[in-house]
């Protein structure tokens, strides 16, 4: 475990577990890189180097107040990346931090990337405009559930967790995410949910030029596969896409296993396939 320091001072919290190809995980909205643990450890028994780190105001990482805009967390992961020394890597980002993998593409020309993974993606465009009715986000529910955070962190968790998780996740392990989020600033939680509904990439995805496999359950009520991955496997060339029968969006919890299987083979199947 460690600590990088990005260009204004905020230090991020980061794990880099085993010794391989590097896969490095960004996470979702209000969680931390513990949320990775189960599938980080398998990787890194696999042979491949699995690299977690909180985002900025999120687990351990520094609590700045600002920098919560898309362009800032997609720098963030630049100075993990150059941290780290990292060339070929394999950029894994669920919900949000799908979002962070493709913004850090394109502004930084897919430098030091080899291959993308995007598990639940909230792409391409959250917010239910006149010129995106197929979003998933209403803007007036989005603002009053940011609201509510804002009142009582705790007690809009402990509504909204539970459904998310569904039935299959066990007491113990939701109680472990509800603790996990919480350690996510309530000035962090609101402006990253802010930055993520607002996020139209629509106009970028098309600009992602590396083998990219997306992981999406279709059970998933939060981030719903229609008006997600099935439209980013439209926009991103060459994209291949995997439908978990009955995941729910915190697919990291139940499908742990899985999705570590899936993260090795593709690399595995990339790598020959460049060489």
């Not at 794990?15 to 391989?20: A, H, I, P, T, V």
């Not at 950029?91 to 995007?118: F, N």
């Amino acid at each position: 475990m460690t600590y990088v320091t990005t260009d204004d001072d905020t230090r991020l919290f980061c794990r880099s577990w085993g010794e391989g190809p590097a896969v490095v995980f960004c996470h979702g909205w209000a969680m931390n890189s513990d949320v990775w643990q189960p599938v980080l450890a398998r990787l890194a028994d696999a042979g491949f180097r699995a690299i977690a780190y909180d985002r900025r105001g999120h687990g351990r990482s520094d609590d700045p107040g600002r920098g919560y805009d898309l362009d800032t967390l997609a720098d963030d992961l630049a100075t993990v990346l150059e941290a780290f020394e990292l060339t070929e890597a394999t950029l894994v980002g669920h919900s949000m931090g799908a979002q962070e993998v493709v913004r850090y593409l394109t502004r930084y020309d897919g430098a030091r990337v080899a291959r993308v993974v995007m598990v639940a993606p909230a792409l391409p465009y959250p917010a239910r405009m006149s010129d995106n009715p197929d979003g998933y986000a209403d803007p007036e529910q989005s603002a009053a559930m940011r609201a509510a955070i804002v009142a009582d962190f705790a007690g809009f968790l402990a509504q909204a967790a539970p459904p998310a998780f569904g039935p299959e996740t066990s007491p113990a392990q939701l109680e472990q995410a509800i603790r996990m989020m919480l350690q996510t600033s309530v000035q962090a939680a609101i402006e990253t949910n802010a930055a993520l509904t607002g996020a139209d990439l629509r106009a970028e995805l098309p600009n992602v030029r590396v083998p990219t496999l997306i992981l999406h359950g279709d059970a998933d009520q939060l981030v719903p596969i229609e008006a997600t991955s099935r439209r980013v496997l439209q926009l991103v060339p060459g994209s291949r896409l995997e439908v978990y029968a009955g995941g729910r969006h915190p697919m990291l919890t139940s499908h742990a296993a899985r999705i570590a299987a899936d993260v090795a083979s593709f690399v595995v199947e990339a790598e020959k396939a460049a060489a």
